[in-house]
């Protein structure tokens, strides 16, 4: 018996005994017992950069951009402790900006801030969304060497000191989440995230998971968050099940890359060969819309080298609740998925005109979806996942008969129970 995330629980399946399973799981790690200690000691033995209190001082205005509900990140663990660490410095409470970094997602709720911060700092502090489509909430600083235009949030530029949360894990684009990207990206105006999510960037070869160096994204990013004056962040690991492996604070770059050092160990894993089908589990809270979850087949298959032979099978089981998503690059996702004839009209329409931001993720999926075949089952949409030129199926077992033609044919399976955080490596380079 197997089982993978689903929603906020689980789905257990068996597979019958002609597939030749391979399981591949994050390498176990000792979470760490006592998280709310962790944080404290090191935001006081912060990495590159003095204690946070020794940076700020009274009168400073400081904006923290913390991550939207899309990330597991536990920012109701570590802002307090940053809270504090800025009182012990003398700022006033009156003097921070709480940024929900939500990038081009939907606004934030006002239940989901409490949820990533508490009602105490809701109440107390000035909490806000990015607005990414309202130039009169947007400072333009400009565009860099490599012809990103870059533009913040007004609250992070009208700030003194500029601070980051974020978790570290493996990005489609970034090689690793976190560091600045909470900043660059949840921060910016519409123009940077359409330029750094767009075809050129997302077919470059340096565009992968799990790489940084020669990364064009992470250039970008890097430079972005420069610009817009990143002092300190504090960043963690989690494992599968979200709980503490580290907790790191201090300079942007020297922090962030103790944390991808640390996160390479845990979440890249050996696997022998390609396979003809996958399963990758997604859960909450990435299993919310199909824009979130099909993230788990395109990592998969933009891994250092994909998982699947050629026209093999990517089983994503996923509730998307929320439908395609309601966000304006959500809803840019599917018109493009829906609205084009086929998989090769989605690809060249991208390269030949570009795209707006969110539009992106349908690019990545007619390029998964052009040598290979994406079931999501147990979703709440299936005409959605259907009119998105994916396959709807009801439970796992029916998936496998779709992906196995009702054959009993010898199949070799992949099992992924965290599909978009363990990164497998295949032994010997294969091409999709």
Sequence with gaps: MYSVPYGKGAIQFSLPSFMRVTLALSKPVRPIENEEVAVIEALANPIGSPPLRRIVRTGNRICIVFTDVTRSCPDNMLIPPLLSELKAGGVQDEDITLLCGIGMHRPSTQEEKIEKLGADIVARYRVIDNEPQNPAALVDLGTTAGGVPVSVHRSVMEADAVIATGIVEPHQYGGYS????????????????????????????????????????????????RRAGLRFILN????????????????????????????RSVYEVTIPQQYDIAIGGVGFPKDCNLYQASRAPSYLFFAPTCVLRPGGYFIIP?????????????????????????????????????????????????????????????????DIVAECKMIPAKTIDEALQIASGNSRASRDVLIVPHAMLTLPVIQEEQSC
Excluded at 191 to 214: K, M, N, Q, S, Y
Excluded at 242 to 248: E, S
Excluded at 368 to 379: Q, T
Aim: glycine fraction near 12%; include cysteine; proline fraction near 6%.
């Design 236 to 263: 963690v690991v989690l494992d599968d099940d979200k709980r503490l492996l580290r907790v790191t604070a201090g300079d942007p770059e020297a922090a962030f890359q103790d944390l991808v050092s640390f996160a």
């Design 178 to 225: 976190g560091g600045r990207k909470t900043l660059a990206i949840g921060a910016a105006g519409e123009a940077l995230i359409a330029h750094t999510h767009g075809p050129a960037f997302v077919d470059h070869p340096g565009t992968r998971l799990g790489r940084i160096e020669g990364n064009p994204f992470h250039e970008a990013i890097t430079e972005a968050a």
């Design 318 to 382: 996923a509730r998307c609740e929320e439908g395609a998503g309601s966000g304006v690059g959500e809803q840019r996702f599917l018109s493009a998925m829906r609205d084009a004839p086929d998989i090769p009209s989605i690809l060249e329409d991208a390269r030949r005109n570009g795209y707006p931001p969110g539009q992106q993720r349908a690019f990545v999926m007619a390029k998964v979806l052009e040598k290979a075949h994406v079931i999501i089952a147990g979703s709440e949409c299936p």
